[in-house]
Nanobody
Framework: QVQLAESGGGSVQAGGSLSLSCQASQRWNCMGWFRQTPGKERDGVASIRSDGRTNYADSVKGRFTISQDNAANILYLQMNNLKPEDTAMYYC?????????????????WGQGTQVTVSS
């Protein structure tokens, strides 16, 4: 059973930065970061393949950076210039294959989430 554990969430003022981490129990072909606010669907933020190729949602391009430490099985999300609309629960997820996608249906394993709150 794959286990994923996020960390690094918190509260920050608009314009600030936060860095999220996700420790996985095994190696992956593709991983992603998703976020969700109450009453809304879980949306893809960024994804990365083991070969380093990345994909970002338009809303975070130029502000967020996804990266990975393949040796340690750690996924990262560096979030800069945060906006109040970035406030959400953030989840890391492991893809069931290797297609670089932000579609949540492709992801089989999920972490418990970490809260990010951005105040104006």
């Amino acid at each position: 059973q794959v286990q994923l554990a996020e960390s690094g969430g918190g509260s920050v003022q608009a314009g600030g930065s936060l860095s999220l981490s996700c420790q996985a129990s095994q190696r992956w072909n593709c991983m992603g970061w998703f976020r969700q606010t109450p009453g809304k669907e879980r949306d893809g933020v960024a994804s990365i393949r083991s070969d380093g190729r990345t994909n970002y949602a338009d809303s975070v391009k130029g502000r967020f950076t996804i990266s990975q430490d393949n040796a340690a099985n750690i996924l990262y999300l560096q979030m800069n210039n945060l906006k109040p609309e970035d406030t959400a629960m953030y989840y890391c997820a492991m893809h069931s294959g290797s297609l670089l996608s932000l579609g949540r249906n492709f992801y089989r394993y999920w972490g418990q989430g970490t809260q990010v709150t951005v105040s104006s």
